[in-house]
């Protein structure tokens, strides 16, 4: 496992883990990201990304993108 700032521009990955307080995975899970689901980066710059989960485009800083584990 990896966080997904590690995954390279235009990988897919699966989210295995989602880590932090209970209202930050329940935010991030109101988004799309939820264990088993697949995520694509788009783009990356100075570490923060822009994601694609489901059929939409998220844009997420360096320290939301740690919490989530590929």
């Given at each position: 496992?990896?966080?997904?700032?590690?995954?390279?521009?235009?990988?897919?990955?699966?989210?295995?883990?989602?880590?932090?307080?209970?209202?930050?995975?329940?935010?991030?899970?109101?988004?799309?990201?939820?264990?088993?689901?697949?995520?694509?980066v788009v783009s990356?710059?100075?570490?923060?990304?822009?994601?694609?989960?489901?059929?939409?485009?998220?844009?997420?800083?360096?320290?939301?993108?740690?919490?989530?584990?590929?």
């Amino acid at each position: 496992m990896m966080p997904l700032t590690m995954a390279k521009v235009g990988e897919t990955a699966t989210i295995r883990k989602i880590s932090g307080k209970d209202e930050v995975r329940q935010h991030l899970a109101e988004l799309g990201f939820v264990v088993d689901s697949a995520v694509m980066v788009v783009s990356e710059i100075a570490g923060n990304l822009i994601v694609q989960v489901k059929d939409s485009r998220i844009a997420l800083d360096k320290t939301m993108a740690n919490r989530i584990m590929i």
